[in-house]
């Protein structure tokens, strides 16, 4: 059966065309277009208009594609949301999480709730953008006094493909207004924080059906009308953990992409205080699960690098810089991705010579060493937070599993395996729109309907999706060492 996924990332957006059956998941992008945000008076913002009509375009491939389309799922980053007003029309443009506008915002939600309350109800990790936050930020402003309805990026877009209006829950629990533990809104922390509950909408679980196309959509895009948006995992983390292809209880993930997000899934939230302050998140995979993991800077740092370096043009191919990177002397410098100057756009080549400067060591200047000192940081970041989470649940970790794009870098696999310790299993590249797409399928009866569907998920990933291992080798003492040199570093606020 065919299903398309519109599977939105933070730097590009895909509509991609699934062909499920009992023994095979074949992918095909149809359509792969750029997610530019804007810069206004007002912040930097994503121009979500663009990203709704590139759907429509996605679909309309779709459509033509020859064997049609069973239904349609969208995923997305997560935190970020649009406001309606009584009339259904959506007030101003969504901002970016990465506007610096809620810089010193928690500090105000603090007066009112304290961090341990915080996180013993919602269990987030806590991030400057989390929507709690953004709200705070937000609340005093005409938009949101005339705000009636909050929609996530996902369910913004569900809303104008079928007019259907709801919050899906695994992005709802990274918003930090989610009780981790019964899985509804919380309402209690609501008032306190000046949100009207009926700002939030009824939440739906992954799987269900959202709605159909409205006529115009069903128009524009060539689909029948009785076409049916599944809410998948809508967080586009929770479809890639989703599709990664695990079995057993003792594996941890990375899904790797512009954030590296570390950590294992779990039955219950852990909601410690030590938790708390290594800042583990609790937010919700598919079939109550939790996922328990760190957001690390991930390939974020090495994108704006060469954002950078192309506008001055000094830009390489990535080919060209991984293999200089492999060339480049080992653990020459090292940074905390975690720390809160590599979070906004910029100039990040310029940040990481600051990082070096400021620990006094010899900051890189080769973009060979630059991107060798982003990817080994990255294998350490990876070390350290999965060894706390293993800490922190109480769960022994047998094998890694790294998914998203950052699979395909050979250099970040090795790096990771590595530090540590641990065999890495690289891919699928594609977990988030596998994830997508699995959730539609079993919704649709064609794949693993039975009580133990996400593992029947992940055994078609395992049978039909290119795989590779990396065993760790290399110099384990190296490693170590560098990690204790991190750890001295010690960045005064992580993220
Ligand atoms: C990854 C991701 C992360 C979330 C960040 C911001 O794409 O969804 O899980 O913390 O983006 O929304």
Do not use: K
Not at 192 to 197: F, S, V, Y
Not at 359 to 369: D, L, N, S, Y
Request: glycine share 10%; hydrophobic share 45%; net charge negative.
């Amino acid at each position: 059966m065919p299903f398309a996924a519109i599977d939105l990332g933070a730097t590009s957006g895909r509509v991609i065309l699934g062909r499920v059956g009992p023994d095979h998941l074949v992918l095909d992008e149809v359509h792969r277009f750029a997610n530019t945000p804007v810069r206004l008076p007002t912040g930097l913002h994503w121009d979500v208009l663009a990203l709704f009509r590139e759907s429509l375009d996605g679909l309309r491939l779709a459509a033509r594609a020859g064997d049609g389309v069973t239904s349609v799922g969208i995923d997305s980053w997560a935190v970020d949301y649009g406001l309606l007003d009584a009339d259904g029309a959506l007030l101003g443009i969504p901002h970016h999480y990465r506007d610096s506008r809620t810089e010193h915002v928690a500090d105000r939600v603090r007066d009112d709730i304290g961090p341990q309350e915080l996180y013993g109800v919602t269990g987030l990790q806590h991030l400057p953008f989390n929507t709690v936050f953004q709200l705070a930020a937000a609340r005093d402003g005409a938009q949101f006094a005339a705000a009636r309805t909050l929609l996530m990026i996902p369910d913004l877009l569900t809303h104008w493909l079928t007019g259907a209006i709801g919050a899906e829950e695994t992005n709802a629990s990274t918003t930090g207004l989610f009780d981790a533990r019964t899985a509804t809104w919380a309402e209690e922390l609501l008032g306190r924080l000046g949100i009207e509950r009926g700002l939030l909408p009824p939440l739906r679980r992954p799987g269900t059906h959202a709605g159909t196309l409205l006529p115009h959509v069903a128009a524009y895009t060539g689909l029948p009308a009785d076409t049916t948006v599944v809410t998948v995992a809508s967080h586009d983390t929770a479809s890639a953990v989703a599709a990664v292809p695990a079995t057993g209880p003792h594996f941890a993930y990375i899904s790797c992409g512009t954030w590296s997000l570390a950590g294992l899934e779990l039955d219950a939230p852990v909601l410690t205080e030590a938790s708390r302050l290594a800042n583990f998140t609790n937010e919700r995979g598919i079939d109550g699960t939790i996922r328990y993991l760190r957001n690390i800077m991930g390939m974020w740092l090495l994108e704006e690098c060469r954002r950078t370096w192309e506008q001055r043009g000094e830009g390489l191919p990535l080919r060209e810089l991984l293999a200089a990177a492999a060339a480049a002397e080992p653990f020459a410098a090292l940074i905390d991705p975690d720390d809160p100057v590599f979070l906004t756009p910029g100039d990040m080549p310029a940040r990481i010579r600051a990082f070096c400067h400021r620990t006094g060591q010899r900051p890189p200047e080769t973009h060979g060493a630059v991107v060798r000192c982003i990817l080994e940081s990255l294998a350490l970041a990876h070390r350290r937070t999965l060894r706390e989470a293993a800490e922190l649940a109480g769960r022994d970790i047998h094998r890694v599993h790294l998914v998203g794009g950052g699979s395909r870098n050979e250099l970040l696999c090795r790096f990771t395996a590595d530090a540590t310790g641990l065999p890495v299993v690289a891919g699928p590249t594609e977990a988030t729109a596998l994830g997508n797409i699995l959730v539609q399928a079993r919704a649709h009866g064609a794949v693993g309907d039975g009580p133990d569907g996400l593992a029947a998920m992940r055994a078609l990933v395992a049978a039909t999706q290119p795989l590779r291992t990396y065993e760790p080798a290399g110099d384990g003492r190296a490693w170590d060492a560098a990690a204790a040199r991190l750890a001295e570093f010690g960045t005064a606020r992580r993220l």
